[in-house]
């Protein structure tokens, strides 16, 4: 039988220390592991996780030796969780105060990721410390819920992208592009975005472009989208990317080696990322 770990993998749970106890505690989720949009309950034999990010309501469990849990306990456990839950509202609200503070004393200016993402002349927001901010949006209401930092980070050689502790990523957009367009692409990651949508105005293609930050969330995203969608989708070496893009059941591209389309764009291109475009185009026009 499946493991509880790997029953809350299946949901999009994290669990990287399993600790039986009569609590509720907070934890990763695969697509953000370091993050607490997770939470679980284990007694040893019976539990239930329970994850923001994705279906937003309790999954239960229990081995194959032990009586599932009654109503009367489930009843229990959810209103126990609805204090946890008051709390991850609070931190919601305060996550969103504090990005607002932070977007307002950021200074619009170059940034080096944007340089070595292929984008030398593009201005970003940029915090006192040096990190590049993107806001992060809802869908439908487009209030500000957070936001991700993008932070180079000196002893490991890298750019350590991160959103903000507490806040609500689910159903978070940036937009690129003209709102009203009737045509749209997901995508994961906001150098992807940036790439996408100046291959699609090289073309004099009109289209909006949402970066959803992650796969789940695209993956969420993509059926509240008005209009014909495509998902400009991440070749990765675990094919979460394209996994993703076939749950949308949208069509879809991605580049033909591993990498992003930032990726193709830098190596070999931005005709290379417009050919992507106009093939999945092609593929949903035809008959």
């Keep these: 039988m499946m493991s509880f770990v790997n029953f809350a993998r299946t949901h ?12 509720i505690r907070r934890c990763g989720t695969v697509d953000h592991p370091r993050s607490k949009n997770g939470a679980y309950f284990w007694d040893g034999s019976r539990g239930f996780v329970w994850n923001w990010s994705a279906e937003a309501k309790a999954q239960w469990f229990n081995d194959a030796n032990a009586q599932p849990l009654t109503d009367a306990e489930k009843a229990h456990w959810r209103a126990m969780y609805a204090g946890v839950s008051a709390q991850k509202s609070d931190d919601h609200r305060r996550a969103a105060t504090r990005a607002a503070e932070m977007l307002r004393s950021a200074k619009p200016g170059e940034h080096n990721y944007l340089h070595i993402k292929g984008f030398p002349d593009a201005q970003g927001l940029v915090a006192a410390d040096g990190a590049l901010l993107i806001p992060m949006r809802s869908l439908d209401s487009n209030e500000l819920q957070g936001l991700q930092t993008i932070r180079w ?15 609500k990523a689910k159903g978070t957009v940036f937009r690129l592009g003209n709102q009203s367009a009737s045509e749209t692409f997901l995508v994961e990651g906001y ?14 293609l009109q289209a909006c472009v949402l970066v959803c930050f992650s796969a789940g969330n695209l993956v969420h995203v993509a059926p509240l989208v008005r209009g ?14 394209e996994k993703a893009a076939l749950q949308t059941r949208l069509p879809y591209c991605m580049s033909p080696a591993l990498g992003d389309a930032n990726d193709l764009h830098v190596k070999s291109g931005l005709m290379a990322v417009c050919a992507q475009l106009m093939a999945v185009r092609r593929l949903e026009l035809s008959p």
């Design 12 to 23: 999009g749970v994290e669990i990287h220390d399993l600790y039986p106890g009569e609590t």
């Design 153 to 167: 980070i000196s002893n490991e050689r890298l750019y350590e992208k991160k959103m903000l502790s507490g806040m």
């Design 191 to 204: 150098a992807t975005g940036l790439s996408v949508i100046a291959a699609l105005r090289s073309v004099g």
């Design 228 to 241: 014909k969608c495509f998902v400009f989708a991440d070749h990765d070496e675990s094919k979460i990317g």
